[in-house]
């Protein structure tokens, strides 16, 4: 394995703002893109190199094929297809089954050994799924879950308390989706917890689910705007990169698997997690009040609903 190593799959909006973000923060040695369009990938690998005269850092950025996991430490799978007018998120969830299980062969087939981040929609489900078609521990498998749900959330949050985002601790949790809900009895700005912060400040409560509400719509809100979101999932991206090949320890809401945490077991949902150079180190189970966990019941349950459709079959198909 080659530290600081990272392979991309799917070099499409998504893909390539996590690869500029990397190009521009530093901190990959190495970064080899994959796609079906190899001349779209080269032409991705020159314009990015062209870039890092202006580098923080010295950076190997190169087009390749899946031969090139072998060594990496790191592989990002941002491939599949988008959701379509009238698609249901179960038709969108076979069609990118499909494609997962055929990059995530490919990648084991290198004899790849390293941690796999999946940021493919829906994606509770397609970690799932390369969890299961890798083989890997289910800690070297990770979804980017709420990562960005919860860079969304902190956003929101410090524009409307009027403080940095750096010093708001909250986290959306559940479904990278329209059910996802926030713990805000673990919500702190500082060391303080935000719904004593609302009550100093004659702040209305209902606010809390106005920001939360926010946080939901926002994809909406981009999408029809300007088609697709990139840039945040990007950066998120990086930053959960990062937090692995420095083996940070740090604590991120990714999408991983549950083994009777919150009453769950065998699904993917996203949790606070302590990440690090192994993966998902441990889990950061919190206290929920019932609210909170019949909203985890729920996100779990649609997942698992659309899993037992027709997706543990496609798994299991030769």
């Not at 919860?150 to 989706?177: C, F, P, Q, W």
Request: glycine share 8%; with cysteine.
């Amino acid at each position: 394995m080659k530290k600081g190593k990272v392979v991309l799959v799917g070099t499409g909006f998504v893909g390539m703002s996590m690869a500029y973000s990397m190009l521009n923060q530093g901190g990959i040695e190495e970064l080899v893109l994959i796609d079906i369009d190899k001349e779209k990938t080269k032409g991705e690998e020159m314009d990015l190199s062209h870039g890092l005269p202006y580098a923080p850092q010295k950076m190997v950025i190169k087009a390749g094929d899946y031969d090139a996991c072998k060594e990496a430490e790191v592989v990002v799978i941002t491939a599949g297809v988008a959701q379509k007018p009238g698609q249901t998120r179960l038709e969108l969830a076979e069609v990118n089954t499909k494609i997962m299980k055929q990059i995530t062969q490919s990648i084991m087939a290198s004899g790849f050994d390293g941690i796999i981040v999946v940021a493919s929609n829906p994606v509770d489900l397609m970690a799932y799924v390369v969890w299961k078609v890798s083989g890997l521990p289910k800690n070297k498998v990770i979804g980017s879950g709420t990562v960005l749900d919860t860079a969304r959330l902190r956003y929101l949050m410090a524009d409307y308390l009027k403080v940095s985002s750096k010093n708001i601790h909250a986290y959306i949790m559940g479904e990278h989706g329209d059910s996802s809900f926030v713990p805000w009895d673990h919500a702190y700005v500082g060391c303080k917890k935000v719904k004593d912060i609302m009550k100093d400040n004659h702040h209305p409560m209902e606010d809390l689910k106005k920001i939360h509400e926010g946080v939901v719509n926002a994809a909406y809100e981009i999408i029809e705007k300007k088609k697709a979101t990139y840039y945040g999932i990007g950066m998120a991206l990086n930053r959960l990169v990062k937090a692995i090949i420095k083996d940070e320890n740090s604590i991120l809401t990714v999408s991983t698997y549950l083994e009777n945490q919150y009453g769950q077991n065998d699904i993917y949902i996203g949790v606070p997690a302590i990440i690090n150079r192994n993966g998902v180190r441990d889990l950061m189970e919190l206290n929920l009040n019932e609210y909170e966990q019949e909203k985890l019941d729920t996100s779990c349950k649609l997942i698992r609903e659309m899993r037992e459709n027709s997706i543990d079959k496609i798994i299991e198909t030769d």
